[in-house]
């Protein structure tokens, strides 16, 4: 084995955001084998070269005994001969010593499917964890970078030729792996002319892109690598599309290249003219920036925004004998959303068969009796069975769902799953099921209520979760909303930056409502965020509790029966 020891300077990483091409470390690799298949051939020889700015940081060449003979047509190609290899070192040492050669660069192959590919084959049967490597192939880059004219063929002799490389290809690892890395440096002086300058840059090139769809990278130009919330716009100044991202600068250049490969994407980045952007504090704020914004303009590539309001809600009228009904807007007493009008329709009917709550829609006065409908054996009034109420007997009825509602009791609940018990005893099975497909849409729907109900019922919650960058995140949530976000950046004092955030804080006004007139995927994606790791409360005007008697005390029993769903519908 020969190897020259790397250059003591400093390596960027990889994860470096768009680190340039003349800052990228490669190590370009070569492998001589006994063969072409990975699972039955076995590597006779490496060679490899550690680059980085057009200057050659260290080699590795050695090679490889594959404990078995090496085929007559392996000899004829490359010169290495079965006695060549005796007491030369096996795979299982040379693999861990190539491994940390090549920590921390890009690998570089000419037909990178074959080399990665034996590389990968060793360390499996070695049990040797194999590196996330990112892998760039010299044969696509000059499929793509040179026409068919220029190069009809992009083997690598061919490619030396071309270009004119001072290290000609001879089947011998390190040789081809010398002529590799000069291939390499011509291929990136091409595409330099082409705008491309950064490794990620060069990844989402490798694609075919049109000319004019390229050309409008210069949108991106100014934008910068922080969160926040982006806009494209079109001819008439008028919001195409709207998009969140942790860094706005490269989610927005890689839409004029060829990572994009959505139709819509494409036709939509023809007609704009330019993009817009909101900075925000961290990806909560531009979360929930992003919904205000598919709101308030509805963008038509935006799937989403089609309905930005959309949603149904069961309520309970004011009348003397109260009914539920589908609506759009909610009422003080409501239940929901529900995403369509038919899943809400059969909640309602199965909370008015439970709470024997009427189900016609004529008007009854309060100096009247509700004795007006007549029992029927299918499809009847529920409210019907109990005989001719008036007012004061019917209200214990709406009563009870309000207290479903309010998580006040789970009565309902708790009689919907004796119910299908019973069902169950007499093998009335498929009954069962039904009626414990529409329970379960009843229980999640009233969960994902109180649960956002709960937050939304807080006049003011701070919270704070460790920055990535280290520091602190934080958050004012007034009502369920999103009132202030901000960062304490490492070393900052934090309570100070606190005290501004509230001070700056949206003045938020509530209703009666159940979520107090917030948007129930604003106030969910809150939810989530206060909700994962690391978040800590800073202060909170009360407590941040679901209801003891609400829905959530049946959400395992709801899982289980969408796990038998799914089992049911895959059978």
């Known amino acids: 084995m020969i190897a020259r020891p790397a250059s003591s300077g400093h390596q960027l990483a990889f994860d470096e955001l768009d680190l340039s091409l003349r800052n990228t470390t490669f190590v370009v690799v070569d492998l001589e084998t006994t063969g072409g298949r990975p699972n039955e051939d076995a590597i006779t020889e490496i060679g490899a070269v550690k680059i980085r700015g057009g200057e050659i940081l260290g080699e590795m060449a050695t090679l490889v005994d594959p404990g078995r003979t090496v085929p007559p047509y392996i000899v004829e190609l490359t010169g290495i001969t079965t006695a060549m290899l005796v007491g030369a070192p096996r ?40 590196p996330p490597f990112q892998v760039l192939c010299t044969v696509k880059l000059a499929r793509r970078v040179l026409t068919r004219d220029e190069a009809p063929s992009v083997k690598l ?26 291939v390499l440096h011509n291929l990136i002086e091409r595409v330099g002319n082409q705008g491309v300058h950064s490794y990620p840059e060069l990844v989402d ?46 989610r927005v250049r890689n839409y004029f290249t060829g990572s994009e490969t959505r139709g819509r994407m494409k036709e939509m980045v023809a007609l704009a003219t330019r993009v817009d952007h909101v900075e925000c504090a961290h990806a909560i704020e531009a979360g929930v920036r992003e919904l205000r914004l598919l709101v308030a303009h509805a963008p038509p590539y935006n799937r989403r925004s089609k309905f930005p309001k959309r949603g149904w809600w069961i309520a309970l009228t004011a009348e003397a004998f109260p009914r539920l009904s589908v609506v759009r807007t909610p009422t003080a007493q409501s239940l929901g959303p529900f995403a369509g009008r038919t899943a809400a329709v059969e909640v309602a009917a199965l909370v008015a068969e439970t709470c024997r709550l009427r189900t016609c829609t004529r008007r009854i006065a309060a100096s009247r009796r509700h004795d007006g409908c007549a029992v029927e054996s299918v499809g009847g009034c529920a409210a019907a069975a109990d005989g001719p109420q008036d007012a004061e007997t019917y209200a214990p009825v709406a009563q009870k769902f309000r207290d479903l509602s309010d998580g006040i009791s789970s009565s309902v609940i708790d009689e919907l799953l004796a119910r299908i018990d019973a069902l169950a005893e007499v093998e009335l099975f498929e009954t069962a099921a039904r ?101 800590r409360v800073v202060s909170a005007t009360e407590g941040y509790c679901e209801p003891a008697n609400g829905a959530g005390r049946y959400a395992r029993w709801c899982r289980a029966v969408r796990d038998i769903s799914r089992r049911e519908r895959d059978n």
């Open 157 to 182: 002799s061919s490619l030396a030729l071309l270009f004119g490389v001072g290290t000609r290809p001879t089947h011998r690892a390190l040789d081809d792996a010398r002529a590799t890395v000069e």
């Open 435 to 535: 009626l414990r497909d529409r329970t379960e849409a009843l229980v999640t729907a009233l969960r994902r209520m109180q649960r956002l109900g709960s937050l939304a019922r807080i006049e003011q919650f701070v919270a704070a979760r460790p920055a990535p960058a280290g520091g602190w995140e934080f958050v004012v949530v007034r009502y369920g909303r999103l009132a202030s976000a901000g960062v304490a950046r490492r070393g900052v004092p934090p309570m100070p930056v606190v005290a501004a955030l509230v001070a700056a804080a949206e003045t938020v006004s509530p209703d009666d409502t159940p979520l107090r007139g917030g948007s129930p995927e604003e106030i969910a994606l809150v939810a989530r965020w206060l909700e994962s790791d690391g978040v």
């Open 91 to 130: 795979i299982e040492r040379v693999l861990p010593s190539f491994i940390e050669f090549a920590r921390g660069s890009i690998l570089v192959a000419h037909n990178a499917r074959f080399d990665v590919g034996f590389l990968k084959t060793a360390a499996a049967r070695m049990d040797v964890s194999w």
């Open 205 to 250: 090139y490798l694609p075919a892109v049109s000319a004019a769809h390229r050309a409008k990278r210069h949108l991106a130009h100014g934008l910068p690598h922080a969160p926040g919330v982006y806009l494209f716009r079109g001819p008439s100044d008028e919001v195409l599309y709207v998009g969140t991202s942790a860094d706005l600068h490269r």
